[in-house]
């Protein structure tokens, strides 16, 4: 009897909790709030019966949750997985690409250290040759200068071409011929040189050649030794000059009839030394200019110092014994230029 009424009691109570569950999800938050009559519940009571109506939880949720629970499990492990295993390739990629990359980088950096060995060796062979190429131009270039000094060059219209005019025999008339005395004289001196030396002849026509330059006129040639010695005769008196002064002397080509004589002697007291210090006696003639003979690298270096001195950027320049001299000023000290590099130091246009 008693465990009848029990019984009764658990099925009424499981009842109860069935049908307040069941209300708890089918009612709405109004009919929750409440009461039986149809009047709002009082705020204890509402929250009394809220704690009351909580339904615990069932199997069928738990299952449900729980193959939610390992099918979110699952996921996690295979994305995990799978990342892993990209972020292993993916490493693996990076560390055999920079290995690679750091090997071409170290190879490129012997290659550069081998080839800056190269360029600094080359370099210093380089800089071996110009120097060396200095100093054989600076010998040349001293060299030409030391054979120069014995030279002038004497230009003006006292060097024109003098060739004395020959006044031959008249044309005999048509029909007759020369008188046989002529015909005998000239046969004799055929005969004459035909006995002659040869090497007389050739000496003759050597030193023919040596003494004169010009072409030929008529068959005679011009005599380039009697006209220095007759023009600085004639326009520097007491200036003693013969023949044995001259060692040889030609035209040289252009224009302002230049010659170039060389003289025996060069030192003070020579012929060419007096000629260089009495040559400001020529001034006002206009007729007659003597210079030395400079060397190609002198000459650039005195063409621009003559272009600085049109444009009075310098007062005067001059040469002696084969250098170049200038003066900035007219009471001012000689500066001598040796090469192009010093004229640029200074400032100076080079004239080509």
Known sequence: MENAAAAAEERQTVSEL????????????????????????????????????EPSPSPRNTSMRQYLDDAL???????????????????ELVSSELS???????????????????????????????????????RAENAEMNSRIPCLVLSGQAMAP?????????????????????????????????????????????ERGGRSAGGQSGGEAEDINQLVISAV?????????????????????GANHKVIVRFVRSGPGGVR???????????GRNDLFINESLTAQKSQIF???????????????????GHVYYKA??????????????LRELRFPVKQ
């Open 273 to 283: 030394d007096q000629l260089m210090s009495r040559r400001l006696e020529l001034k």
């Open 303 to 321: 063409r621009s110092l003559l272009e600085a001195k049109k444009n009075k950027k310098i007062y005067t320049v001059y040469t002696r014994w």
């Open 73 to 91: 499990e699952k996921l996690e492990e295979r994305l995990s997985s799978s990342i892993s295993r990209d972020l292993h390739e993916f490493r």
């Open 100 to 138: 690679a990359l750091t090997d071409r980088v170290r190879d490129l950096e012997r290659h550069v250290e081998e080839r800056d060995l190269e360029v600094a060796e080359l370099t210093n062979h380089l800089d071996a040759s110009r120097k060396q190429i200095k100093l054989l131009e600076e």
């Open 233 to 253: 005769r004639s326009r520097l008196p007491g200036l003693d000059i013969t023949d044995a002064d001259i060692d040889r002397a030609h035209r040289l080509p």
């Open 162 to 206: 003098h060739r004395p005019t020959r006044l031959d025999a008249p044309l005999p008339p048509a029909g007759r011929t020369a008188p046989g005395g002529g015909d005998s004289a000239r046969g004799e001196g055929r005969a004459e040189s035909a006995d002659a030396p040869a090497g007389a002849g050739r000496a003759r026509d050597g």
């Open 329 to 342: 000023e007219k009471f001012g000290t000689s500066s001598r230029v040796e090469s192009v590099d010093k």
């Open 18 to 53: 069935v049908r307040n569950f069941g209300d708890s999800l089918g009612e709405g938050p109004g009919k929750r709030d409440r009461s039986e009559s149809g009047d709002p519940a009082p705020a204890g009571k509402r929250g009394a019966r809220e704690r009351d109506s």
